[in-house]
């Protein structure tokens, strides 16, 4: 925030898919808009490319000093829903919730995500989908930065396979 005032986070439901046009209004309304984002990594009919995502679909946050801004003129915004509420009152974010997503950011302005699998060697493991879906097995390790390896039985003995990391869950 740009401003040791009484400033506080709030919390913006959008409509569906209109983050950046809610964070534009908002921005020509005077109040300060952060939609954190991410890439993503996006497979279809064997294409793998990148995009860019909302980290909170249909969420983002507006930074308000409610003894100068009109606070309820961001309920009628275009492109937000609403904001949200305990009762009658914006309910505002914890300290420190906005400068810690902020804090993980790239020099591009995305927000870094850990994606190392969240498996110990020998857990067990289930594939969610797939040629090899609903099969289980033993988290082996990571081959490389999107691609886990597990081992299934497979005809009487363990076979090796990689997978990318999203395909599997803990079992």
């Not at 946050?61 to 305990?86: K, Y």
């Not at 902020?102 to 870094?112: C, I, M, N, P, Y």
Request: with cysteine.
């Amino acid at each position: 925030m740009s401003e040791a005032s009484s400033m506080r986070w709030y919390v913006v439901q959008t409509q569906p898919n209109a983050e950046a046009k809610a964070a534009s209004n908002l921005r020509r309304q005077g109040f300060e808009a952060y939609c954190p984002r991410y890439l993503k990594q996006r497979r279809h009919a064997r294409k793998v490319d990148v995009v860019a995502k909302p980290l909170f679909p249909r969420y983002m946050f507006v930074a308000v000093d409610r003894a100068v801004h009109r606070w309820r003129s961001i309920q009628s915004t275009i492109g937000v829903s609403r904001l949200v509420c305990n009762g009658e009152e914006p309910a505002c974010l914890p300290d420190g919730v906005v400068d810690a997503i902020q804090a993980r950011e790239d020099a591009k302005g995305f927000v870094l995500l850990d994606t190392r699998p969240a498996f110990a060697p020998g857990d067990r493991v289930r594939v969610v989908a797939g040629a090899f879906i609903d099969a289980a097995g033993l988290f082996s390790g990571v081959a490389d930065h999107d691609r886990v390896s597990i081992l299934l039985d497979m005809l009487g003995r363990k076979v090796r396979v990689l997978l990318d990391a999203d395909l599997v869950v803990a079992a």
